[in-house]
């Protein structure tokens, strides 16, 4: 395994374990088993470590999700499978989590911007995949960035938002349900 890879990990498990304000480079190297100027070799400061780490984390949520998309399939399918990955991947990872935990907890401005990143990157992907299905005429033509950011925040709120107000989480069929009779129906084309 190469070093700057080594150190990438090492970096994704202390902004996991620490977050971001308490990870320092010495913890990172101590992690990788490397000297702090190993690190310095490849990375100008922690700053710039923390944005490589969240690029990966973003890349491979994008991946994951490509992976299940099924050219033959619906766009009102694609979207909800599509969003549904890449909430679920974005709950289960506990970079994540912890960088959410920080950022409410503390207000950690490198953290809200790269939380905003995050967002800003899923809500373009989803965005990418309305026009695809504006094109191949299935849905309604409509402002893709702006259904993306409402389809994004509605399935947010329905994942993590809902369960802190009611006894028992939403499962999948539920959610998908609800978007299928109402945000859906309403994107449909009309044949």
């Known amino acids: 395994m190469d070093r700057r890879h080594e150190i990438l990990l090492a970096a994704t498990k202390s902004f996991t374990l620490f977050g971001y304000k308490a990870t320092t480079i010495e913890q990172v190297a101590k992690i ?5 100027g190993t690190i310095y070799t490849f990375f100008t400061n922690k700053e710039e470590l923390f944005q490589e780490v969240v690029f990966h984390l973003i890349n491979e949520m994008k991946h994951e999700t490509d992976q299940l998309i099924d050219a033959n ?3 009102m399918k694609n979207a909800h499978t599509a969003l549904m990955k890449m909430l679920q991947f974005r709950e ?3 970079l994540f989590a912890k ?12 953290v809200q911007q790269m939380l ?3 967002e800003s ?3 373009s992907y989803v965005s990418r995949r309305i026009r695809n299905g504006i094109e191949k005429d299935e849905i309604i033509d409509c402002n893709a960035e702006h ?3 409402l389809l994004f925040k509605s399935y947010l709120a329905f994942i993590v938002d809902w369960q802190l107000t009611h006894n028992e989480p939403l499962n999948e ?3 998908l349900t609800l978007f299928s009779e109402t945000i859906f129906r309403g994107l449909a084309k009309k044949k």
């Open 147 to 149: 259904v993306a950011f």
């Open 92 to 94: 289960r990872h506990l």
């Open 32 to 36: 990788a088993n490397v000297g702090k």
């Open 116 to 118: 905003l990143k995050i």
């Open 99 to 110: 960088l959410i935990e920080e950022e409410t907890a503390l207000g950690t401005p490198e």
């Open 173 to 175: 069929q539920e959610i």
């Open 73 to 75: 399939a619906s766009f």
């Open 121 to 123: 990157e899923i809500i």
